[in-house]
């Protein structure tokens, strides 16, 4: 790894962090020198979704970093209230919290049965307040945190009639069922501005982030809702933002509801590699 070790001696605990995004920021904090908390229901590879949290532990150790896995799902609360306890128990201290799994379908909004909004609600808000909440006290008591908020570009306002359906986010939203998910994650920006004015006495950078388009992951593909018409976002420029947000001082850094590309083009950082290296 090529790195300037940005985040040595920083504990810091990543949620679906068994591929895609969750993965790609776990590398790259990695490189970084933080210690890392891998946090997924897919412990082990298996003959679904590509990724598990035991290739991306290898491949992080393989490269001289430390962390450790949690298998843990996050949509249940008691499984939940075990993440922070593990962290502290286990590295003694806990610096950064990136909040990336998300519950993601795109049922039509007149067909979403109840219990998925519920389910997207619990995923996409609920668990990330009750993360926060757990990191808080020993964010408090060091003096110094960062909580990351992974959001959407589906939380943007939709504009008002007349529509214009040759433009693809009209017709994306219109005929990709977005509406649910999206709600989800507007939520989700408002409870991390929320947090951040609140949390500002306590030198806690909060923020939220979301890809600019569309980040193939695996379970992106595996949802079958884009097209080619859809711009790709390489993983590389969301794990660069989110480094940014989570090393740079809250009194300057906080309270941030961004875009990755544009955030870090308006602080003049180029995208790196997983691994630090230059693109």
């Known amino acids: 790894m090529t790195s300037g070790y940005q985040l040595r001696g920083r504990v810091a605990i990543i949620t679906g962090a068994s591929r895609g995004i969750g993965a790609g920021i776990a590398k790259r904090f990695a490189a970084e020198g933080a210690k890392l908390v891998l946090v997924a ?49 286990r590295f003694g201290r806990c610096d950064i919290l990136v909040n990336n799994v998300a519950w993601c379908r795109y049922p039509a909004v007149w067909e979403a049965e109840p219990k998925h909004v519920r389910l997207a609600f619990e995923i996409n808000v609920f668990a990330p307040q ?31 009639a007349p ?53 193939l992951s695996e379970g992106a593909k595996a949802l079958g809702t884009f097209t080619s018409e859809d711009h790709v976002e390489p993983v590389e420029a969301m794990a660069e933002a989110a480094l940014q ?30 691994g630090g290296q230059k693109m």
């Open 130 to 160: 009750e993360l926060s909440q757990a990191v808080f006290v020993p964010m408090r008591e060091q003096g110094e945190g960062w909580i990351l908020n992974i959001s959407s570009a589906t939380a943007d306002s939709l504009p008002s």
């Open 41 to 89: 229901r897919t412990l082990a590879p298996s003959a679904g979704l590509p990724g598990s949290l035991t290739e991306v532990a290898e491949f992080i150790r393989s490269q001289g970093g430390e962390c450790d896995v949690l298998q843990a799902n996050i949509a249940d609360p008691a499984d939940r209230a075990r993440i922070v306890p593990f962290t502290l128990e």
């Open 163 to 215: 529509y214009d359906f040759s433009e693809r986010a009209q017709q994306f939203n219109r005929d990709g069922h977005a509406t649910i998910y999206g709600t989800s994650k507007a939520a989700l920006e408002r409870l991390s501005s929320g947090w951040a004015i609140e949390a500002s006495n306590y030198n806690i950078a909060v923020n939220s982030l979301a890809p600019v388009a569309v980040v």
């Open 245 to 274: 947000l989570c090393s740079r001082p809250a009194n300057v850094n906080s309270g941030n509801t961004v875009k990755s590309l544009p955030y870090l083009e308006s602080i003049g950082v180029a995208v790196r590699g997983l």
